[in-house]
């Protein structure tokens, strides 16, 4: 059974950090896109961050660039979400998602949530003021 498990989620104060993991497992993810997506309430999911196959290439949304930071192990199926400097607007359900139909795509086109065929179930992550 293929699986993507986020954990790393919570409660914490603006300006502070967290990072969250994703563990795949079920199938090897090291030559997937992966990304991070978040929903908040009342809002459109909408994309966070993405990492090509090896971590050579990644691509952010304007609204996290500078503040979080998307990572992988291969060799553990583990993707990574650093994000620092967290805002209030921060606050969502923050997915995992991987794509297995990604080959030769350029890492800014997988900004949509319909090229990933693989989800995690979230984590809530909340930042008060």
């Known amino acids: 059974q293929v699986q993507l498990v986020e954990s790393g989620g919570g409660l914490v104060q603006a300006v502070g950090s967290l990072r969250l993991s994703c563990a795949a497992s079920?199938?090897?993810?090291?030559?997937?896109?992966m990304g991070w997506f978040r929903q908040a309430p009342g809002k459109e999911r909408e994309f966070v961050a993405a990492?090509?196959?090896?971590?050579?290439?990644?691509h952010y949304a304007d609204s996290v660039k500078g503040r979080f930071t998307i990572s992988r192990d291969n060799a553990k199926n583990t993707l990574y979400l650093q994000m620092s400097s967290l805002k209030p607007e921060d606050t969502a359900v923050y997915y995992c998602a991987a794509s297995s139909a990604s080959s030769g795509l350029a890492i800014s086109t997988m900004i949509w949530g319909r090229k990933y065929n693989y989800w995690g179930q979230g984590t809530q992550i909340t930042v008060s003021s």
């Open positions: 079920g199938r090897t993810f090291s030559n997937d896109v």
């Open positions: 990492i090509n196959w090896s971590g050579a290439s990644t």
